[in-house]
């Protein structure tokens, strides 16, 4: 690049930044516009994951607007400060993540053993007896209504399909559906 264009670009960042600090949205406007993609593409090569990539970008304009005075010119340029921020803000969160990462892998080792053995039992023999009171409510039901749940649950159709198959309007398979099961609620014990 030009020494007199960089430094024309560099005059023109510099002015764009102290209208900002007034307040300006447009400015703001043409710096995003400017720089918002090579932030992005930056931010991507670090996080590799384009919504975060984003959202760090986001995050560091944000900044920009919220504190333009914390540019200053005697560091460097705009172009480089608004990159070493999106780059500074996307390592913080690799780090960040990466510290999750292992705080969740030394909290619950993959081969540790994460549940007792009686727990184990205790919720198998809850299951036995859920599923014994479903089977035996299900049989209370009204036939139509049974038919329906049966189809969905037991073979695995839509209500569409079931309409389909029985001839019946979806309107009506879809409230046997919900009167069906409001009543298997009913019949179980469990809140609506």
């Known amino acids: 690049m030009d020494v007199t264009v960089g430094s024309l670009e560099e ?3 510099r002015e764009l930044v102290g209208r ?5 949205e447009d400015a703001f406007r043409l710096l995003f516009r400017r720089y918002g ?5 930056l931010a991507l090569r670090v996080v590799r994951q384009p919504f975060l990539a984003e959202e760090i970008v986001q995050e560091a304009f944000l900044a920009l607007w919220r504190h333009p005075a914390s540019y200053r010119d005697d560091r460097g340029s705009v172009r480089g400060w608004l990159m070493a921020t999106v780059h500074h803000r996307a390592v ?3 780090r960040r993540e990466e510290a999750q990462r292992r705080r969740v892998d030394a909290a619950d080792p993959p081969d540790a053993v994460t549940q007792d053995v009686a727990e184990d039992v205790a919720e198998r023999a809850d299951l036995k ?13 009204p036939q ?3 038919q329906v749940l049966e189809m969905m649950y037991y073979q695995g159709k839509s209500q569409s399909q079931i309409a389909a198959e029985t001839g019946l309007p979806l309107g009506t398979v879809k409230s046997r559906t919900l ?8 019949l179980i014990g469990e809140p609506s």
């Open 20 to 24: 900002v600090t007034a307040g300006d």
């Open 92 to 94: 913080d969160l690799v």
């Open 11 to 13: 005059a023109s960042d």
């Open 129 to 141: 007896e859920r599923r014994a009171a479903a089977i035996a409510a299900l049989k209370e039901l």
């Open 144 to 146: 139509e209504q049974r």
């Open 37 to 41: 993609p090579v932030a992005r593409a």
């Open 179 to 186: 009167l069906a099961m409001r009543r298997l609620r009913a």
